[in-house]
């Protein structure tokens, strides 16, 4: 496909998570993780159902946000691969916005300025990540080593907190289980967080081409009878049609996505908060709050990315009329002047992302999710 925006590793692991268009590794993928996370669901919302009522209401808590945690990871998959059509087309417009890049020494500065900001981006929401992954398992084994009661391998905490089927009566059972929960956990964050690199890497490339746009209509000179002025001005309109297409793709892909992550993420950020919180006066609040703390900013921060996509996308799109409005279209002959006229009315409807259609992301919108939260946490330290 030659040169992209998406990084090496965003690639590699759209291919591991059967997520890439049309190579026949797809089907393999997909068949494991279809068995992976539905064998995991199935253990880990029965010791949801089967421990309602338990005492430990701090541990349930994180009983149900690990499980839900999947759970979005789960529908994610779903979603990207009913859509994967889409996802295709978004790729081809791409690899083309690549190759006419290559026709203007500006166009390729902002590519490219464009490419290397979306794969810093991705490197680090993804090493959070994976620190996160780490440290929720040391908190785990730390809160084990701390409690003179879990001697016993039976009595001891796994790292996904799960009603298995058989009990675990040896050290040998215990450690392949812990084993085999943290390259299931590892897995999922790390698909978890490519996610949300994808949609970062798109908004940046779509921005991309916004800022190219208004770059294009700001030199725009007076247009004359001379063939390579309308063809110039022809080209424009036709970019800001291909930048509203690529935005509307963007929008389908993610849209039922955000919609669920949005609700998910509000109880998953309510649940880590009482847990912090009913830890302060608890005798492991070290290993608890290793375990819990960067688990519950990586939730705010994936919360945070979608909003900010959505504003920052919302933000740039109305930044076309206004370059639109600073051109000489004044200067022009009636029929090229009402063409800009028409982008400028077009460019009043901003382009953004919606959470299922409903309601625009936007950080208004994190803050209202932020605010949620800590209700919720309110109502639970009062009842409990």
Not at 96 to 115: E, F, H, K, P, Y
Request: some cysteine.
């Amino acid at each position: 496909m030659g040169r992209t925006t998406l990084s090496r590793l965003v690639r590699f692991s759209l291919h591991i998570y059967g997520i890439w268009p049309y190579v026949p590794s797809t089907v393999v993928f997909r068949l494991y993780w279809i068995i992976a996370l539905s064998t995991a669901q199935v253990f880990q919302y029965r010791y949801v159902v089967m421990n309602i009522h338990m005492d430990d209401f701090s541990k349930y808590m994180d009983g149900v946000s690990s499980a839900m945690t999947s759970s979005l990871f789960y529908i994610k998959l779903i979603i990207l691969w009913i859509y994967q059509p889409i996802f295709y087309d978004l790729l081809q417009m791409m690899s083309a916005d690549w190759q006419d890049s290559t026709l203007n020494r500006c166009s390729s500065r902002v590519m490219i300025d464009g490419a290397n900001l979306a794969r810093r981006t991705s490197r680090w929401i993804i090493g959070m990540q994976v620190v996160a992954v780490f440290l929720y398992s040391a908190g785990v084994l730390a809160a084990n080593a701390n409690s003179p009661e879990t001697l016993e391998p039976y009595a001891r905490d796994l790292i996904l907190t799960m009603e298995l089927p058989f009990n675990i009566s040896t050290n040998f059972i215990y450690t392949t289980v812990q084993s085999v929960q943290f390259y299931h956990l590892f897995l999922v964050a790390c698909g978890i967080t490519n996610i949300n690199s994808l949609l970062v890497t798109l908004i940046i490339h779509v921005c991309g081409q916004i800022d190219i746009l208004r770059e294009s209509l700001t030199k725009i000179s007076k247009c004359t009878a001379d063939s390579t002025d309308k063809f110039t001005l022809r080209s424009l309109i036709i970019k800001h049609q291909r930048i509203i297409i690529f935005a509307e793709s963007i929008e389908t892909l993610f849209t039922y996505i955000a919609f669920m992550m949005l609700l998910s993420d509000t109880i998953i950020i309510c649940c880590l908060g009482f847990i912090i919180v009913t830890s302060l006066n608890s005798p492991n609040v070290a290993a608890i709050l290793v375990k819990s703390v960067l688990y519950y900013i990586t939730m705010n921060v994936e919360a945070f990315i979608y909003c900010f996509s959505g504003e920052h996308l919302s933000a740039k799109s109305k930044m076309i009329g206004s370059a639109a409005y600073d051109s000489l279209w004044y200067d022009f002959p009636v029929k090229e002047s009402r063409t800009i006229l028409f982008l400028i009315v077009r460019s009043q409807k901003s382009l953004t992302i919606t959470s299922g259609r409903i309601f625009d992301l936007s950080l208004e919108r994190f803050t209202s999710v932020v605010k949620a939260s800590l209700s919720y946490i309110s109502v639970l330290l009062a009842m409990y």
